[in-house]
């Protein structure tokens, strides 16, 4: 941990991110361990989402919080497959990512988390991160391991699978 805390340098994030660790260590192992059932690949799984992490400690505002579980969830997920895709040279990692999904539960309350709830994990993923947690494509993508205009598209076609979803379902009617 002590890595990581080096990486960080605002002290408050520092607690913050000592207590998200502690607290969701094994949670975000049983994730990655899910999808890579070894575990020398889930730690190198978890190194990498905690990286991620880190770097990304100022949008964290309550480490213990549904809305912060839902964020470690989805990177130890991605973590986890990036490293199963390289491990296994899966040619059609949408494919992998339909049948894996441990995905953090959507925002409470109405039709449109019933229509998130329908996405393919990775538009899950992106359309949970962008505008339920705030952040912004470029770090989206840095989370992805992809490139910002690839993150673009995929932020496109997400919202786009969205409001089919949701006009299928009635939510949305322009």
Same mark, same amino acid.
């Given at each position: 941990m002590i890595l990581y805390l080096q990486a960080i340098e605002?002290?408050?994030?520092?607690?913050?991110?000592?207590?998200?660790?502690? !607290?969701?260590?094994?949670?975000?192992?049983?994730?990655? !361990?899910?999808?890579?059932?070894?575990?020398?690949?889930?730690?190198?799984?978890? !190194?990498?989402?905690?990286?991620?992490?880190?770097? !990304? %400690?100022?949008?964290?505002?309550?480490?213990?919080?549904?809305?912060?579980?839902?964020?470690?969830?989805i990177i130890a997920e991605r973590k986890a497959i990036d490293i199963y895709r390289k491990r296994n040279r899966v040619v059609s990692l949408e494919a992998l990512e339909n049948e894996i999904s441990v995905s953090a539960p959507p925002p409470d309350g109405n039709g449109l988390s019933a229509c998130i709830s329908k996405l393919p994990p990775r538009d899950q993923h992106f359309i949970m991160l962008k505008y339920h947690h705030g952040y912004?494509?470029?770090?989206?993508?840095? %989370?992805?391991? %992809?490139?910002?205009?690839?993150?673009?598209? +995929?932020?496109?076609?997400?919202?786009?699978?969205?409001?089919? +979803?949701?006009?299928?379902?009635?939510?949305y009617d322009p």
């Amino acid at each position: 941990m002590i890595l990581y805390l080096q990486a960080i340098e605002s002290p408050g994030d520092k607690e913050k991110f000592e207590l998200l660790y502690k !607290h969701y260590r094994s949670y975000m192992f049983k994730i990655a !361990h899910d999808i890579l059932e070894n575990e020398f690949d889930t730690e190198d799984a978890l !190194h990498n989402a905690f990286i991620s992490i880190s770097k !990304h %400690m100022d949008k964290v505002q309550d480490p213990l919080s549904r809305q912060t579980k839902g964020y470690v969830a989805i990177i130890a997920e991605r973590k986890a497959i990036d490293i199963y895709r390289k491990r296994n040279r899966v040619v059609s990692l949408e494919a992998l990512e339909n049948e894996i999904s441990v995905s953090a539960p959507p925002p409470d309350g109405n039709g449109l988390s019933a229509c998130i709830s329908k996405l393919p994990p990775r538009d899950q993923h992106f359309i949970m991160l962008k505008y339920h947690h705030g952040y912004t494509v470029k770090e989206i993508a840095d %989370m992805f391991d %992809m490139k910002p205009a690839a993150a673009s598209k +995929l932020d496109q076609r997400a919202k786009a699978k969205l409001e089919e +979803l949701c006009r299928e379902e009635g939510v949305y009617d322009p």
